[in-house]
């Protein structure tokens, strides 16, 4: 019998149907996937099992008896509990706590602190956490402070534990470390849901997973049946090689070089860029792979090392400096740093046009007239729908504020583009009209350098593939070597630079 | 039905208005209507004019507040900067006065020059404070015009600074060019220089996106530090315009001048639609927002409002522009 199931379980807004009749079951110390796109209905589903949203039709049996959560308190009351993403923490408490907050062991009307403290310290024990049970929340590193949230789950009698993307900011020793946690779940019995998009990571410990698109249900398979392209076709509706344009790299003179470039967390990193070519970074999250390019941008203070673009020295330049010297940047994330979310697309774009190159260099005047027709241009390349244009980018899809985020890059001339997750929370049809564009600068002899976590991303566009582990290059591969495998082997890899 | 598809369709356009502009031409529909009818003086071509002349000050001290808010910060230390010009810019004329009893001129310039390099370093201060140390702007500008207010007391010893050449007040307190008060003109020509350097010029395009997101901004190649100094010192260095003003209309150089303009100055800006977070607002609206507040003032005297009673009205009336800007924030976020 399923510990948890779902039947025909539909959830609609006015307008749209966020999850289409999904039947979804749990057996008991198995480890369900959950796998899709943003949008794909995945929070939506895990919302309802955790409480958090009451269903517009179909079931959740509990035990093969149906239930209804009145909350997220009443799921958690009837053993299912829920790691979100953003974790439910007081940060300037401490850890027990955090662990007792509304659960307070009392002695008469006063908190008694000595028995909480100690009651912690064996939850925490017995799951295998060492974290001080006195030590304050804020000061903890995401992964402890995850711990701190699944140990919260251990209160009541735990069935079901429900974890949203637990590896979004772990490094990999972390991720190590909760695989093994969850592998020691499974061994008690209890049922994890797992939500996740990263098919490496998950392919380590699924059992089943259960694919969704555009909030319906594409179908379960048991993790030995599939690999990772058919689930990737199975996610997206498409084979791989409709998604990813053939890019004709021609590697011509080089542009920029860097030498033994030093920050925190980034050990002497030494490798050059040439024009037209497509360099992919791979590694995983906290492997360095960003922070090597935001100390090439400056965003991040150098220890030691150089830079230099186009035979100038950069090392010591501002950011403003390093871009309008012909470095772009585009963040991987859009809301916090890339976009002014209150503004109107051509807004955003104008901002770049301003700043940019394109329409003549510096000058104290704006021509207006000139940034309103560049953007218009602009939006017609990346094709954003004009009644898109005039909208804030907060009423944007994921999808279309990449676009946005991508046309800011159109507004100079730059001869370095650099692009930092470039896809993420993006549709997959969104995706493909993005890497056109990727296609088309790298095609016009600029230089790109594509950082991503999403492996057949950076396996499909480029020509060379640096791979970053702990904050170490720990291989440049070409050719035949630009294989899945070749890469996996050097993300973990702990002996230091190869290159 | 009509007369429901009629009503929705007001609605829909008074929240087109509000979206847009903000919560001004509501508050200002409701001012004139109220003060029509409790007065008769009220609304005449005399008063309006009067309105007008006495908005001046407040006009130019609320660009330079717009100016910081829109930049994502504010400037609690305006008053302070008017009142250290004015202390520094008197001594300064009677100081030089007594070297060059023959230049009246010279004289004059070397106070504005020294009145405008005190507010300076106050713009000064406040900005490196804010871009490079990172200070939120509240408790810097609040050090600061306690620092200001200090000097400027601490300089006069709290006696206002008399015997400032006699052609300072009647040139720029109650001097005429072409039958138009002199400060008026000052004014005119600091919202046409002001609208120019917001929507025409680069770094008021930068302004905009500091404000907006800073991040952003920096990864679009604007040095962020700069444009925050750069918009703490031209509001201080427009305050001290203010404070000459000022000074040359009371004839002395007081320490007390402009004790409640900051509080004035942010309610005419946040009426006039200047988001409190930040890269948005309109050069043309401030001016309007603070005409709107003048008005009041001038209403309420009308009306015999005691001015404890105004100050209770215009502190109530600023809270509830800031509710109404977080009601609007949301509505352009979300859209209709």
């Known amino acids: ?60 049996l509990l035990n093969g008896q149906p239930v209804a959560f009145a909350s997220v308190a009443d799921a958690q009351a009837k053993g299912i509990y829920t790691v979100f993403q953003e974790f439910s923490l007081i940060p300037t408490l401490t850890v027990a706590q955090n662990i007792f907050l509304g659960w307070e062991p009392c002695r008469g009307p006063f908190v008694d602190h000595r028995a909480m403290r100690r009651r912690a310290a064996g939850m925490l024990g017995e799951l295998g956490f060492d974290i001080d049970p006195n030590a304050v929340v804020a000061g903890l590193s995401r992964a402890q402070q995850q711990m701190v949230e699944i140990t919260k789950a251990f209160h009541g009698d735990l069935k079901v534990l429900i974890l949203d993307e637990p590896t979004a900011s772990l490094t ?18 209890i049922g994890i849901v797992y939500i996740s998009h990263r098919i490496q990571e998950f392919i380590r410990i699924a059992d089943r997973i259960t694919v969704l698109r555009d909030g319906a249900k594409v179908g379960t398979v048991p993790m030995a049946d599939t690999d990772d392209a058919a689930l990737v076709e199975m996610m997206t509706g498409r084979a791989i ?53 935001r100390t090439i941008m400056g965003l991040l203070p150098r220890h030691g090392g150089r830079v230099e673009l186009l035979g100038n020295d950069i090392s010591d330049a501002s950011t403003a400096q390093i871009i309008t010297s012909g470095l772009y940047y585009l963040s991987p994330d859009r809301k916090a740093e890339g976009l002014d979310l209150a503004k109107t697309s051509n807004d955003n774009l104008g901002l770049n046009l301003v700043m940019g190159d394109k329409l003549g260099k510096g000058g104290w005047f704006v021509n207006w007239g000139a940034v309103r027709r560049e953007t218009q241009a602009i939006s017609d390349h990346v094709e954003l729908q004009p009644s898109y244009r005039t909208k804030p980018v907060s009423q944007l899809s994921g999808g279309n504020q990449q676009k946005v985020l991508f046309g800011k890059c159109f507004g100079q001339n730059a001869e370095v583009y650099i692009f930092d997750e470039p896809t993420v929370g993006v549709d997959m049809g969104t995706r493909s009209a993005l890497y056109l564009l990727i296609k088309e600068l790298a095609e016009a002899g600029k230089a790109v350098v594509v950082i991503s976590s999403d492996l057949p991303e950076v396996l499909n566009l480029a020509n060379r593939i640096l791979v970053m582990a702990q904050g170490r290059l720990s291989a440049e591969l070409t050719g035949a070597d630009m294989t899945e495998e070749q890469v996996l082997r050097f993300f973990f890899d702990e002996s230091g630079a190869v290159v | 039905m009509t007369s429901e598809v009629k009503r929705n369709g007001a609605v829909h356009a008074l929240r087109t208005v ?181 929507s025409r010029t680069r770094l008021g395009t930068q302004v905009y996106a500091v404000g907006g997101n800073i991040k952003a901004a920096h990864l679009s190649a604007i040095n ?71 008005l009041l003032q001038n209403g309420m005297n009308l009306a015999q409002v005691s001015s404890y009673m105004q100050m209770v009205l215009l502190g109530s009336l600023l809270i509830l522009a800031v509710i109404f800007d977080q009601l609007r924030y949301r509505l352009i976020l979300s859209g209709d």
């Open chain 2, 18 to 198: 509000f979206v847009r502009v903000g919560v001004l031409p509501f508050f200002l529909v409701g001012a004139l209507v109220i003060f029509t009818a409790l007065s008769s003086k009220f609304l005449t071509g005399q008063n309006l004019v009067n309105v007008a002349r006495q908005s001046v000050y407040l006009v130019l001290v609320s660009m330079g507040q717009m100016l910081v808010l829109i930049s994502g910060g504010f400037d609690l230390s305006v008053g302070t900067a008017i009142a250290l010009t004015s202390v520094v810019s008197a001594l300064g004329m009677v100081w030089a006065a007594g070297i060059f009893p023959d230049a009246v001129w010279i004289a004059i310039l070397i106070g504005t020059f020294m009145g405008f390099g005190a507010a300076l370093m106050v713009g000064l201060v406040n900005g490196l404070g804010v871009a490079f140390f990172n200070v939120s702007p509240f408790i810097m500008t609040l050090g600061v015009s306690s620092v200001g207010a200090g000097f400027a007391l601490f300089l006069t010893g709290g006696v206002p600074v008399s015997g400032l050449p006699f052609a300072f007040a009647d040139t720029f307190g109650f001097g005429r060019l072409w039958g138009v008060p002199v400060p008026v003109l000052v004014a005119l020509a600091c919202i046409v220089l002001m609208w120019l350097f917001m």
């Open chain 1, 172 to 189: 990999d020793r972390e991720v190590d470390h909760l695989f093994k946690f969850v592998l020691s779940l499974k061994r008690r019995g």
């Open chain 2, 224 to 294: 962020t530090r700069r444009t925050l100094t750069l918009a703490y010192v031209i509001c201080a260095l427009i305050a001290s315009l203010t404070g000459l003003l000022l000074t040359a209309r009371v004839e002395s150089g007081e320490a007390n001048l402009g004790g409640s303009i900051a509080l004035e100055s942010i309610a005419a800006c946040v009426i006039a639609g200047v988001s409190l977070r930040g890269g948005i607002g309109r050069v043309e609206n401030v001016v309007l927002g603070a005409f709107f507040i003048a």
């Open chain 1, 241 to 293: 090689d409709e998604i990813y344009p053939r890019i004709d790299a021609a590697p011509g003179a080089e542009v920029l070089k860097v030498e033994g470039l030093r920050s925190k967390g980034l050990h002497s990193a030494s490798f050059t860029l040439r024009a037209g070519e497509v360099l992919g970074v791979a590694g995983l999250v906290g492997s360095g792979k960003s922070r090597l390019f």
């Open chain 1, 1 to 60: 019998m399923s510990l948890i199931e779902t039947r025909k379980l539909t959830k609609r807004y006015p307008g749209v149907v966020a999850l289409d009749a999904v039947d979804f079951d749990l057996a008991e110390g198995e480890v369900h996937v959950l796998f899709g796109e943003n949008g794909a209905g995945k929070s939506t589903l895990i919302s309802m099992l955790a409480g958090a949203k009451a269903p517009t039709s179909g079931d959740i």
